[in-house]
């Protein structure tokens, strides 16, 4: 831990220092694409990763123990006034251990959330989405629940999906446990996260059962086999380009799936009516930024109340950077506040 603290340290120095200096660091100039301009700190970040291998030419276990290792460094403290709490539920594959986070002025009228971290299905565990559940549960005023589901390859899909939307049930079935409100939960997720709540909210339609509260979907990946604008626009953007959302679906996907089954690529079943309020959230930086945009364009009309964000200065994965990046970190709040308005507008 103490070379982490010393890491964090440096990191937030070189990171301190005025925009300008940041972008000469960085290569000098400004980074200005698709009609957005990057962070300064983001360019500082996707300057040095081109000087690191890429996880690409990694074995997946490797690449979830460098990831987990880089993720400490920029990962912001854990949220005051939050406590946290272990769990383990019984699982599609096994024992599935959960955390659940709770605020010392928690609004018991609110809806427990259900929340996914990112990582292709393949990298990220509980820790990979501490602080912002940390957030969302301080700032949304609520319990949050968070998965740490089966990852791929070892457990290709539907594995992960499976593991979130058995936690969603068992959460459904014990709101009370965690001083919620006695109303079906609300599912969210970022990137990888966010296709499973896009696709749980469809799989709950689909069996017939009630829409979870809300959805809140933060730059999800709604179609894996999308070939929008942003696709290559951002194709070697940091910390995710399209070299590795290829190597991420090489090792979650088996040989037989099907990149157009909705329950791989939400975005492409017909009718998206009845489906749970959204909040959906992209970064601007980001080869997925085009399929959410397109994904709450489809939602508004099928008749779904949304509410959609797009944080043009930031990329792929800011709910991760919220010790290194002061505007992830603004951005994070004002998504939990997001959330706390859909909560209020669904009691108005």
Not at 292 to 307: D, F, M
Request: hydrophobic letters at 45%.
């Amino acid at each position: 831990m103490a070379d982490v603290a010393v890491q964090k340290f440096i990191l937030k120095t070189l990171l301190s220092l005025p925009s300008p200096i940041l972008r000469t660091l960085s290569g000098g100039g400004v980074v200005y694409r698709g009609g957005r301009t990057l962070d300064p700190r983001f360019q500082f970040f996707t300057h040095a990763a081109k000087k690191m291998p890429s996880i690409t030419t990694l074995p997946a276990d490797v690449a979830r123990a460098a990831s987990a290792q880089g993720l400490l460094a920029v990962s912001g403290p854990s949220e005051p006034g939050v406590t946290s709490e272990a769990l383990t539920i019984d699982g599609p594959g096994g024992s599935l251990p959960l955390r659940a986070y709770r605020p010392t002025d928690q609004d018991p009228s609110a809806p427990l959330i259900v929340f996914a971290h990112f990582g292709g299905g393949v990298i990220g565990d509980l820790e990979t989405c501490h602080a912002f559940c940390g957030i969302l549960a301080r700032v949304a005023r609520t319990a949050v629940l968070s998965v740490d589901y089966r990852l791929a390859p070892e457990h290709r899909f539907p594995a992960g999906l499976d593991d979130v939307l058995a936690a969603y049930r068992w959460a459904r079935d014990n709101t009370a446990r965690f001083g919620a409100a006695a109303l079906p939960p609300a599912i969210g997720g970022d990137s990888m996260g966010g296709n499973f709540a896009a696709i749980i909210a469809q799989e709950l339609q689909r069996a017939g059962e009630s829409q979870p509260a809300l959805q809140l979907l933060i730059y999800p990946a709604v179609d894996v086999a999308s070939e929008t604008a942003s696709m290559t626009t951002y194709a070697d953007a940091y910390p995710l380009s399209r070299p590795i959302m290829e190597w991420f679906m090489g090792h979650y996907m088996g040989p037989d799936a099907d990149p157009a089954d909705p329950r791989l690529s939400p975005n492409k079943t017909a009718d998206l009516t009845g489906l749970a309020p959204a909040v959906v959230i992209t970064a601007g930086f980001d080869p997925l930024v085009d399929q959410g945009e397109a994904y709450a364009k489809r939602l508004q009309a099928a008749g779904v109340p949304v509410t959609y964000r797009c944080y043009d200065s930031l990329a792929h994965g800011f709910t991760a950077f919220t010790g290194a990046v002061p505007a992830a970190d603004a951005a994070c709040r004002e998504v939990a506040r997001l959330v706390r308005a859909a909560f209020e507008s669904a009691k108005a």
